[in-house]
């Protein structure tokens, strides 16, 4: 006759075995939600800037002329695609401003504007990915939804360090961002 041993309980019987009696072992440490809504104000308030910053350039200008790790501003606004956002990170696309949204045409009753549906055929120029990242340049692992209260068509102005690939594409890992109104 086999025996199957639960490796979990393998574990917790050894454990508790090793540490003897009136022994403890120490308990993981535990993140309250207060610390949590904290390092998440600490976060948003390092990130989210109350002043434009200057020299914002549009999406198509910054993909033509931000150098590899260069400090740039860039202005957009949130789209491009059904879900712009990476669910869980502070990681979304940005569009140029030249380009309408569904809700920017009169009579368009598209379901999702910020796909610019319309416009596909410009999109791949006219795009940026946008990584919001700490003071250590750690991209942050909370949804920019929650983190920064944005949504899908509002225009933002990003400052941060470029980073282009071989195709042309670029991503700005921005430490600030300025929500225009």
Known sequence: MKFLVNPIIFS?????????????TPAPEQTTATETAA????????VL???EPAGAEEVIAARKSAEDDAEVVVVGR??????????GRAVFSIVDNSLKACSDIEGDGCEKPWDYCCETDKLPTSTALVKVVDQDGTL????????LNLKELQTVVVKGKAKRDDAGNLTVFANGIFVRK
């Not at 390092?39 to 390092?46: G, I, N």
């Not at 942050?140 to 983190?147: G, K, P, T």
Request: net charge negative; charged share 15%; aromatic share 2%.
């Open 39 to 46: 390092a998440q104000s600490a976060t948003t308030s390092e």
């Open 12 to 24: 917790a019987v050894a454990v508790s075995l090793v540490t003897g009696c009136g022994q403890s």
């Open 140 to 147: 942050i692992n909370e949804d920019a939804r929650q983190l």
């Open 49 to 51: 800037l109350t002043s």
């Open 78 to 87: 949130i789209g491009g695609s059904e879900n712009p956002w990476v669910d």
